[in-house]
């Protein structure tokens, strides 16, 4: 005798409450594919209070079978520096909901949000569905092709397996590294919107808010690795302590920046290799990152240096969108 498995159907967000099943959908994925990064709940709740051109009740959808989560879709856009405009399509379907057709009625809807969303804002600038994947999710891979996305950015996670052998780096004359005062946060917040606003992708800076950063539950103020030159912030890395599967203390090297008018003098590198150590003493074992493959300032061959080795990928797809009445 055979059965049929139960349908999966797609219902508005009724709240945070969802955040519950919809982390635990992905975290079943990252565990598929051999993601580093695990899903930590009070981050997404907390990212979830502070979305920038997304509002959960009209632009997610959440993927249920048996009335349990299984997957999700989040609409979201931006302006970017580059002078485009992109709709991310955030998507994450556990796999054992794969091969259901779950990612196409997901992609589908997310798509035809990105339009209405589209419809309603300024035809001023070209506009992109963009989607960000994870090495090994070839559900989703396979229907980002169907549907003619191409991969326009390629990325990857690095790990460090150990805090042993940390190597001390002079710094140039005048420069001084120590984690920042209360009253110099904003500051430091500032200068890493500077200084990512020259790569690829980066959204324009109204869109990056302080409180985004400083509220988030993982922050620690005394884990803020920060270069200076004088009283003003040149560099900085922004540390978090994560649990790794083991039970261990893991850190996540969380955005690695320098300004403009201060790079090539080592002082990435510094700031990477110092926070190591500020890790180690909060008690990690280990630490993490993520990086852009084609970064213009190498940025791999930095984490490589300071003992990072790669373990994933993950890729970007774009697809350019068409007007309404194209579509």
Not at 157 to 183: C, F, K, N, S, W
Not at 265 to 281: C, F, P, Q
Request: net charge negative; proline share 4%; hydrophobic share 40%.
């Amino acid at each position: 005798m055979t059965t049929t498995a139960p349908p999966i159907t797609l219902r508005p967000w009724r709240g945070l409450d969802d955040l519950a099943g919809m982390a635990k959908a992905n975290q079943r994925l990252r565990t598929h594919v051999g993601l580093v990064d695990a899903i930590d709940l009070e981050a997404m709740r907390h990212r979830y209070t502070h979305l920038v051109n997304s509002d959960p009740a009209a632009d997610v959808r959440i993927a249920e079978r048996d009335e349990a989560t299984v997957g999700y879709v989040r609409v979201e856009w931006h302006n970017l520096e580059d002078g485009d405009r992109l709709f991310d399509i955030t998507m994450a379907l556990a796999p054992d909901a794969w091969g259901t057709g779950a990612i196409d009625a997901l992609l589908d809807w997310g798509e035809a949000r990105c339009r209405d969303v589209a419809d309603g804002l300024p035809a001023d600038r070209r506009s992109w569905l963009g989607n960000w994947v994870f090495g090994g999710d070839t559900e989703l891979e396979a229907a980002l092709e169907r549907r003619h996305y191409e991969i326009v950015r390629r990325g990857a996670e690095m790990l460090r397996p150990d805090l042993e052998d940390i190597v001390d780096l002079p710094l140039a004359d005048g420069y001084t590294i120590r984690a920042p005062q209360v009253h110099e946060l904003q500051a430091v917040f500032d200068m890493t919107v500077l200084a990512f606003r020259d790569h690829w992708g980066e959204h324009v800076a109204e869109d990056e808010t302080f409180e985004g950063w400083v509220e988030d539950p993982r922050f620690r103020r005394d884990l803020v690795v920060c270069a200076w030159h004088g009283a003003d912030p040149v560099a900085v890395v922004m540390n978090v302590l994560t649990e790794a599967p083991d039970g261990s203390v893991r850190g996540l090297l969380d955005g690695v920046a320098t300004h403009p008018d201060h790079r090539r003098l080592g002082l990435g590198k510094a700031v990477v290799t110092e926070s190591l150590r500020v890790l180690r003493a909060a008690g990690a074992t280990s630490a993490y990152l993520g990086v852009d493959q084609q970064n213009h300032l190498r940025a791999m061959d930095l984490y490589e240096a300071c003992g990072f080795r790669q373990i994933t990928t993950e890729t970007t797809w774009r697809r350019l969108m068409a007007p309404s009445s194209e579509a």
